[in-house]
């Protein structure tokens, strides 16, 4: 099975409320990342955090790591409809000389206007 | 502009067909990688290469064909697809061994 499960599978929100999606994986890790990607397109690389770190900021995101947990979250406070978008987790499973980013299926968030 | 540029960005072929999709990075990574995304499944990892060696063959069928003359350049080589082949085919790239990713566009590949 995949090592990166989000959830939920799909997030309908109104603009201007707060978005909140979450990530498990199931083996220890080097980072884990959070990735959007707009219909049709590349994936965007949004924010790492490492395994040593619990919390991060970055703009209108904030990540959170729990390694006990093996979970990760995306807060996007203050969502605009141009956050429309799939959100994906990715970890980072760091095996010697080798990194091997693992995705999941990833979140459809809708913002309605 | 992520810096990683794919062409073509649409392609459609039939099964006997040969062609080859075509990825560029600007960002002077060592390290480039490709993706194949298919509708209601995980982004899965095909081909990684560094300082334009392959570290990773993730059991991707002979009928794919990966090529990295330089570290600035990745091509994929495609024969004798089959229609569940048809998918978004992403190319990365980063600083290795680890990092966030850079990603093209995708080219939207169908086959007939």
């Known amino acids: 099975s995949q090592q990166g499960e989000e959830d939920p599978q799909a997030l309908s929100i109104q603009e201007g409320e707060n978005a909140t999606m979450n990530c498990s994986y199931k083996?220890?890790?080097?980072?884990l990342q959070w990735y959007r990607q707009n219909s049709g397109r590349g994936l965007v690389h949004l924010i790492l955090?490492?395994?040593?770190?619990r919390e991060k900021h970055s703009g209108r995101l904030r990540v959170t790591l729990d390694t006990s947990k093996k979970s990760s979250s995306l807060l996007i406070t203050a969502s605009r409809a141009a956050d429309t978008a799939s959100y994906f987790c990715?970890?980072?499973?760091?095996?010697?000389?080798?990194?091997?980013?693992?995705f999941g299926k990833g979140i459809t968030l809708s913002v309605r206007p | 502009e992520t810096g990683v540029t794919q062409t073509p960005r649409h392609l459609v072929m039939g099964m006997t067909n040969k062609k080859s999709l075509k990825c560029e990075q600007h960002?002077?990574?060592?390290?480039m990688y490709w993706y194949k995304q298919s509708a209601k499944k995980p982004l899965e990892l095909m081909f990684v290469?560094?300082?334009?060696?392959?570290?990773e063959n993730n059991s991707v069928p002979s009928r794919f064909s990966p090529e990295c003359p330089n570290s600035s350049h990745l091509f994929l080589h495609l024969h004798t697809l089959q229609p569940e082949d048809s998918a978004l085919y992403l190319c990365?790239?980063?600083?290795?061994?680890?990092?966030?990713?850079?990603f093209g566009e995708g080219s939207r590949l169908t086959v007939l």
């Open positions: 990365a790239s980063s600083s290795f061994p680890a990092g966030e990713l850079f």
């Open positions: 083996t220890s890790i080097n980072n």
């Open positions: 955090i490492r395994s040593n770190e």
């Open positions: 990715a970890t980072d499973l760091y095996t010697g000389a080798n990194s091997k980013l693992t």
């Open positions: 960002l002077g990574h060592n390290a």
């Open positions: 290469y560094s300082l334009e060696e392959r570290v």
